[in-house]
């Protein structure tokens, strides 16, 4: 196998990630990653190959960064629903001492 596989995966990545509405879902990714590490495994690494290694680190970097962010929107909305949840709490336990 050729490097032009791996170049063509990194290709893939960043063009996911070039596209802030796209949304990585596990089973794309996972075949991301299948063919990447496919590719990398018969890579010949020969001329250019420590510029494809540099793209890749930037790509983890990107994708660490997505992944933080991701987390912590998650985070967000798991606070304002468990805030939710209390507000509704202490509203049926006033209703019920209000009666």
């Not at 990653?33 to 020969?46: L, P, T, V």
């Not at 912590?72 to 606070?79: E, K």
């Given at each position: ?5 791996v170049?063509?995966a ?10 802030p ?8 990714l996972?075949?991301?990653?299948r063919?990447f590490?496919?590719a ?5 690494k020969?001329p ?20 933080r ?15 939710q949840?209390?507000g509704?709490r202490a509203?049926k336990g006033?209703?019920?001492s209000?009666?």
């Amino acid at each position: 196998m050729s490097d032009g596989a791996v170049r063509a995966a990194i290709q893939a990545m960043e063009a996911w990630l070039a596209d802030p509405e796209s949304a990585l879902d596990g089973t794309a990714l996972e075949a991301w990653n299948r063919d990447f590490r496919a590719a990398m495994a018969g890579a010949e690494k020969g001329p250019g190959w420590q510029e494809l290694v540099a793209r890749a680190h930037r790509l983890a970097e990107q994708v660490e960064g997505r992944r933080r962010a991701v987390e912590a929107q998650r985070d967000a909305v798991r606070l304002e629903l468990e805030q939710q949840a209390q507000g509704g709490r202490a509203l049926k336990g006033y209703g019920a001492s209000a009666r």
